[in-house]
């Protein structure tokens, strides 16, 4: 009955901005509980607790606890979800990942490409998880959907790293590429435009739509192996209403993984 991995990581350390993902995880399990709602995904399954093998909620110590614990309980038949908890969960998350599944695609969407090379004197910063994941290979290949915050110097590090970027100006499905090998998503609430997700850190006017994004995880058409969901700030959210989005994706994500098992 058990088919996806479930954790979650309470884990703020590495925000620039401002703290509060840390509170995230166990909000995002009560919105997708709530009985204002039921658990049916938009392609008719039924996404129940019994199919997640749930590890419940780490509260790291240190940054590198993350790898640990993933690495603990990742296992080789079932995919696995990652409840963040700020954007600089996805490295020690991936590399335990890659270290067992091996190199897979990466969609990753955001406001923000995530890729400095140190962000305020720290290289694990939330603002640069995937210069990290490029530099190790850790992935085939990584592309990047709703970007519009490119400093000159991310430009350089997409350009040195070949991340395919698809900026949030004149986004449409159409401008996805095509993915061959199976695939990890990595969602970044803030991509979305606040209207639709206000309890987020980073406020980026111009993002996507609730809609635009369940578009974009529902036309995935290879085996969606790995995601998380991350940098959910309840202290900024308003009736919940993100936290609701979040457990939306958790569903509509855990559905398109089911759809390949
Ligand atoms: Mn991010
Ligand atoms: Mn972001």
């Given at each position: ?180 090998t199976p695939l990890y998503l990595s969602l970044d609430m803030d991509a979305l435009d606040p209207a639709y997700a206000p309890g987020i850190s980073h406020y980026e006017p111009g993002g996507l739509t609730s809609r635009q994004v369940l578009d974009i995880i529902q036309q995935i058409n290879v085996p969606l192996v790995g995601a998380d969901i991350v940098e ?30």
């Amino acid at each position: 009955m058990q088919k996806i991995v479930l954790q979650g990581i309470a884990y703020d350390d590495k925000s620039s901005f401002m703290k509060g993902t840390a509170q995230a995880p166990p909000l995002i399990r009560e919105c997708y509980h709530s009985a204002s709602a039921n658990y049916y995904a938009e392609n008719g399954m039924e996404i129940i607790p019994g199919i997640f093998n749930d590890s419940g909620d780490l509260n790291p110590g240190e940054y590198f606890d993350v790898e640990t614990f993933t690495r603990n309980n990742l296992n080789k038949q079932f995919n696995i979800i990652t409840l963040g908890g700020d954007h600089s969960i996805t490295f020690p998350v991936f590399r335990a990942f890659h270290e067992l599944k091996g190199p897979v695609d990466i969609l990753h969407i955001d406001a923000h490409a995530d890729l400095y090379d140190e962000f305020e004197g720290d290289r694990y910063s939330h603002a640069c998880p995937f210069a990290r994941i490029m530099e190790e290979g850790l992935c085939s290949r990584l592309v990047q959907v709703g970007i519009r915050t490119m400093t000159r110097h991310q430009q350089e590090q997409a350009a040195k790293f070949s991340v395919e970027v698809i900026p949030a100006a004149g986004f449409s499905q159409a401008s996805l590429p095509e993915f061959k090998t199976p695939l990890y998503l990595s969602l970044d609430m803030d991509a979305l435009d606040p209207a639709y997700a206000p309890g987020i850190s980073h406020y980026e006017p111009g993002g996507l739509t609730s809609r635009q994004v369940l578009d974009i995880i529902q036309q995935i058409n290879v085996p969606l192996v790995g995601a998380d969901i991350v940098e959910y700030n309840p202290t900024r959210d308003i009736n919940r209403m993100t936290g609701m989005l979040c457990a939306k994706f958790l569903k509509e994500i855990s559905a398109k993984m089911l759809e390949s098992i």
